[in-house]
């Protein structure tokens, strides 16, 4: 079965860095695109962005460029979300999620049919 | 890109149905035909049950449908049941490869 299974919870300080891993099993990590969301504590969700599995090719959402870094590990079906300079605003639950199939529009995945379970990072001083 | 408008709440006692509006622009929700809703129970990873404004993934009871009309989506789940309570998102692409979610529903069974 599809599962996509994300590293623990993450406490950071200001201006640190930290990487979020995201391991898929049940299916060739190439074969789909990878998308990451962002959920502040309380708030709604917030799309991050995408990377082509096949070249991998990051696409960024707006005000998720410059700090934020999507990368694989194909070897180990592996995506990694990566946030530098850390802030207390990036203080949220981090998903991973992989693209369905169907509904690419103008070589975007339109809607994420697995999730992560979600990874917590906390930026506290 | 602004999120969805969505309303903060809903509710339905059992039985009954709800339906959630999901309301964009020209320029995402009434310019494509790409909505998909999420449920999304507390502590929970986000579920899909609807994508491209009306198809089910399998595994999705055909109690939740989907619709669209003008600049607003809905998705109405009928016959609500207790499991049913959870936050509820829409999303649309947005255009220049963009995907904006709504800012979520809350839905309480009564």
């Known amino acids: 079965q599809v599962q996509l299974v994300q590293s623990g919870s993450e406490l950071k300080k200001p201006g640190a860095s930290v990487k979020v891993s995201c391991k898929a099993s049940g299916y060739s990590l190439t074969n789909y695109a990878m998308n990451w969301v962002r959920q502040a504590p309380g708030q709604g969700l917030e799309w991050m962005g995408w990377i082509n599995t096949n070249t991998g090719n990051p696409s960024y959402a707006q005000g998720f460029t410059g700090r934020f870094v999507f990368s694989l590990d194909t070897s180990v079906s592996t995506a990694y979300l990566q946030i530098s300079s850390l802030k207390a605003e990036d203080t949220a639950v981090f998903y991973c999620?992989?693209?369905?199939?169907?509904?690419?529009?103008?070589?975007?995945?339109?809607?994420?049919?697995?999730w992560g379970q979600g990874t917590l990072v906390t930026v506290s001083s | 890109q602004s999120a969805l408008t969505q309303p903060p709440s809903a509710s339905g006692s059992p039985g009954q149905s709800v339906t959630i509006s999901c309301t964009g622009t020209s320029s995402d929700v009434g310019g494509y035909n790409y909505v998909s809703w999420y449920q999304q129970h507390p502590g929970k990873a986000p579920k899909l049950l609807i994508y491209?404004?009306?198809k089910r993934p399998s595994g999705v009871p055909d109690r939740f449908s989907g619709s669209k009309s003008g600049n607003t989506a809905s998705l109405t789940v009928s016959g609500l049941q207790a499991e049913d309570e959870a936050d509820y998102y829409c999303?649309?692409?947005?255009?220049?490869?963009?995907?904006?979610f709504g800012i979520g529903t809350k839905v309480t069974v009564l």
């Open positions: 999303s649309s692409y947005a255009g220049s490869k963009n995907i904006v």
């Open positions: 491209e404004v009306t």
């Open positions: 999620a992989r693209g369905a199939s169907s509904g690419w529009f103008r070589g975007t995945p339109t809607s994420f049919d697995y």
